[in-house]
């Protein structure tokens, strides 16, 4: 009898829900009265209970059914992850280094395999509850907190407190100027001090002093045509940014310098010694009847003689526009003849005498524009519109040409745009349809400037103290999320048509990107062998190979200041070669990529006779069989 009772299913009777379903919802105690409990007639809110005894268990069901498959959508994506990371460890990317690799000790029951022709992968496992799999994914996430992807939040991350710098692979980080166009003067290597520097400065002034030029006198004049050329290239030759709107102020005024007063015989000047060697070689079709080195070095020489004699006796007179401008000019024509000891100098110069004026200041520029407009020929006399906005550009120009400068010798800035008035509030809304404004070439000038502002962020951060040994990581992820936020406002990287876009859209699309990744590298190199830093700068790298690559179709003299990003990426892929990592092979092609890019513009030939460029091309040879 016992045996068969309980044997015997047991009825139980269809339990209804007493409590009404928000106090179930809660968990609150429910008073039950009908047809309102207590507590939803003190909280104003329906109160409902279920009548039918199988409502309560049809519910539940469904409540389970949804999470179940809300479960199931979250493994999905937590699926797709491991399927992206683990296609990361196959590529060459992910193998950086032995520290870097993806570790799977934590899906080691699993069985993760391709299905032929089916997409994605297939996961094959003994667990059958959630909860193992799911700690079996926080447990492989844990060991892969230093995953490669393209430039990943810094808060996928585990954080170090600290990131030690390596003096010993980058002792000091400064702008390369390895391909200056006088071949005699130092190559700019880091192991040179300032003395060198020096005494390659003298040797070039001591070039033009046999000649028959008296300082005190006018160089021989140009052929007009050839000035008109150079007046009409230096519009888009300024290295550094562009100052608009000098053809329509300038372009005529300067044709002939004779009658003009000093500041505009200076600006003259000025041009025309730094746009001779320039022309000679990114421009040499502008000379009709041919120009030899010689020529071209010993012009460029008088007429940078004559400006040095216009500027010391101008100097201290009343401050102008075209002073600064022309100072400026004299910073360009050191930089790329490689004397960054004269370069700070004259950066220097032009700096106080724009503090002077008052022109950071937006509310300044109106009496600034009005007193430069008189200054001008009464034939020649501009608006003060078109003025301003050359005053405004001209500051611009400054700001860009103050942070390469100081960069070249980890000098510190001496332009600080962070007034609420400051000139640069512009840049919130130019008006592109302004006289003689070129729209690609303001939004040039609208990256540029913030591009400047990381790079600044950056020194600041990271060079400012270099006696220090560790970096706060905060500090790193701060610049991180900046550039990550910034690279938002990049034009968007469509390299197939880029041969016929306007000059200035061009270089909106390569130098602002090439100078986004070597961004990357700037901030990341000093800590190298650290993983995070090795897959950053190595992305980088990469990154800055395929841009160089699609440049070279339309290479444009704007090449010049981007060799510091293409030296950058060199001492990545250098690094690879040097300690034969696993992606050796690839940093070896991506070297003979990045040097053949550079061989084949105009300052190839002066690049190859540089210690940088021999050692390059000597690591390249002896790997031939790699």
């Not at 909860?131 to 393209?150: G, H, K, P, V």
């Not at 009709?288 to 216009?310: F, H, P, V």
């Not at 699309?509 to 000093?526: A, P």
């Amino acid at each position: 009898m016992d045996s068969e009772a309980e044997q015997r299913p047991v009825k139980r009777r269809a339990r209804m829900a007493l409590s009404c379903q928000r106090c179930r919802k809660h968990r609150s105690k429910c008073s039950r009265s009908r047809p309102t409990c207590e507590q939803c007639t003190t909280a104003g809110v329906e109160c409902t209970y279920l009548e039918i005894p199988g409502d309560l268990e049809s519910t539940a069901l469904r409540d389970r059914f949804a999470g179940l498959e809300d479960q199931i959508h979250s493994l999905l994506d937590e699926f797709g992850n491991i399927e992206d990371m683990v296609k990361t460890t196959s590529s060459s990317t992910a193998a950086v280094t032995n520290q870097s690799t993806i570790q799977t000790d934590a899906l080691q029951g699993w069985n993760i395999h391709r299905t032929p022709g089916t997409a994605g992968l297939s996961i094959d496992t003994h667990m059958y509850h959630v909860t193992d799999i799911y700690s079996t994914l926080i447990q492989f996430a844990r060991e892969n907190t230093n995953a490669l992807t393209l430039y990943p939040q810094p808060d996928q991350h585990k954080k170090p407190i600290w990131l030690v710098r390596n003096h010993s692979i980058f002792p000091n980080v400064r702008l390369s100027h390895f391909t200056s166009l006088r071949p005699n003067v130092n190559d700019g290597e880091d192991t040179e001090d300032d003395a060198i520097q020096m005494r390659a400065m003298a040797e070039q002034e001591k070039e033009g002093e046999n000649d028959d030029q008296d300082e005190n006198t006018m160089p021989e004049l140009l052929p007009t045509q050839l000035v008109q050329r150079l007046l009409s290239l230096y519009k888009n030759c300024l290295l550094y940014g562009a100052v608009q709107p000098f053809d329509i102020l300038f372009t005529d005024v300067l044709m002939d310098p004779t009658g003009l007063s000093y500041s505009f015989q200076l600006l003259y000047a000025s041009i025309v010694c730094h746009m001779l060697p320039h022309a000679f070689y990114w421009h040499p079709e502008i000379f009709d009847n041919g120009m030899d080195e010689e020529t071209c070095t010993r012009l460029s020489i008088q007429y940078y003689k004559w400006a040095k004699r216009l500027l010391s006796s101008i100097y201290f007179d009343a401050p102008s526009l075209t002073t600064c401008h022309a100072i400026c000019n004299l910073v360009l024509y050191h930089i790329e003849n490689g004397n960054t000891s004269v370069i700070y100098i004259y950066s220097g110069m032009a700096v106080r005498m724009a503090l002077s004026l008052k022109l950071y200041r937006e509310d300044a520029l109106d009496g600034i524009s009005q007193d430069q407009a008189e200054m001008f020929p009464e034939a020649y006399k501009p608006s003060v519109m078109i003025v301003k906005q050359y005053a405004r550009s001209l500051l611009w120009f400054m700001y860009f040409l103050d942070t390469a400068a100081s960069h070249y010798h980890n000098k510190p800035y001496e332009i600080h745009l962070d007034d609420h008035v400051s000139t640069t509030t512009y840049f919130k809304n130019p008006p592109l349809s302004s006289a003689g404004v070129d729209e690609h070439q303001a939004f040039f000038q609208f990256i540029e400037f913030h591009t400047c502002q990381i790079t600044r962020d950056i020194r600041r951060t990271i060079f400012t103290h270099p006696e220090e040994e560790q970096t706060s990581y905060e500090a790193i992820e701060r610049i991180e999320k900046r550039l990550m936020e910034f690279q938002k406002q990049l034009p968007p990287l469509d390299l197939s048509s880029t041969q016929h876009m306007n000059i200035w859209h061009r270089r909106c699309l390569f130098k602002q990107w090439i100078r986004h990744h070597g961004h990357w590298i700037l901030l990341h190199q000093s800590y190298l062998p650290t993983p995070m830093s090795v897959q950053r700068c190595t992305t980088a790298a990469f990154s800055l190979v395929e841009l160089f690559d699609h440049w070279i179709v339309a290479i444009d003299c704007y090449f010049r200041p981007c060799v510091h990003e293409l030296k950058q990426a060199c001492e990545i892929l250098l690094y690879h070669v040097d300690l034969n990592t696993p992606i050796k092979f690839k940093a070896l092609q991506g070297l003979v990529r990045l040097i053949t890019v550079l061989l084949k513009t105009p300052v190839g030939e002066i690049a190859r006779t540089r210690p940088f460029v021999q050692r390059v091309l000597k690591a390249i040879g002896e790997n031939k069989s790699f």
